[in-house]
């Protein structure tokens, strides 16, 4: 009868002791409570935890990826659109993650929605569009703020999608266009300026070089006959046609003249 009761108690203390010891990997801690109190955190590794005196809770150490649902936003336009997030954050106090907030990951989501709606809408629906770096370092140092005294780091947010209502994105592709108009406009009456300005500078040039237009005319020859063209257009100086115009306008004008003394004649 003794033996049985002897065997029972060191099997009792046997569970009791293999129930005490506990293991946690390296990601993990155990923020220790003895009879209520928050006596410290443990791990990793091995280490005791009296039962019925003594409570562990286990905090993830690691980076937490937290997809923050669509929100519904009215920008500073007035105009409403639909943003959706992600946040990553991670416990770098597990005994404030603990004591100070009652849940942290569901603290952090309602903190980083209501966030985002507050941020998003001191802003215009451009800067939303072309700004997100700066929306987004904003809404990190906010929420990183807020989340300190929870023992919480938040290492970054990054906005996923802006939709927009179908309307809008076609003005928006109105605009848009409008705008590659108006650049296209402009680069090409540049691009006419400067034309005009290296023309104006070669006639100088050529102006200053009588042989140098007289190459420039050959050079001209040349291009057009290696086009393998059936007909070849040769463009005369005004300097060369100017004496013929002008011997066939006296020759006209001399015909005239014999033609109207001829007629003055004849009539009694």
């Known amino acids: 009868m003794f033996i049985n009761v002897v065997i029972a108690v060191i099997v009792l203390l046997a569970i009791f002791i293999f129930s005490s010891i506990k293991i946690l990997p390296e990601y993990e801690r155990g923020v220790m409570f003895t009879l209520g109190r928050m006596t410290g955190v443990k791990g990793p590794g091995i280490f005791l935890v009296i039962p019925f005196i003594q409570k562990m809770i286990k905090v993830d150490m690691r980076v937490t990826v937290m997809d923050v649902p669509t929100q519904d936003v009215i920008s500073r336009d007035n105009v409403s659109v639909q943003v959706n997030a992600v946040v990553y954050f991670r416990v770098i ?133 290696s086009e393998n063209n059936s007909t070849i257009v040769f463009p005369l100086p005004m300097d060369l046609i100017e004496p013929l115009l002008k011997a066939a306008k006296g020759h006209n004008a001399d015909h005239e003249s014999s033609s109207a003394q001829a007629t003055s004649e004849h009539q009694p």
């Open 93 to 225: 106090a597990a005994e404030k993650a603990i004591i100070e907030v009652e849940n942290y990951y569901m603290a952090v989501s309602q903190l980083s929605q209501t966030t985002l709606r507050s941020v998003l809408g001191q802003h215009e629906l451009d800067d939303m569009l072309a700004e997100r770096d700066k929306l987004n370092a904003d809404i990190q140092e906010i929420l990183d703020r807020h989340t300190d005294a929870w023992g919480i780091k938040v290492a970054n947010v990054e906005i996923k999608q802006v939709d927009l209502d179908e309307s809008m994105t076609r003005a928006i592709a109105r605009q848009a266009e409008a705008e590659r108009s108006r650049r296209a406009k402009i680069i090409n009456a540049e691009g006419e300026m400067q034309a005009a300005e290296n023309l104006r500078g070669a006639a100088e040039q050529l102006s200053r070089e009588p042989q140098a237009l007289q190459l420039r005319y050959l050079q001209t020859l040349v291009d057009i006959a």
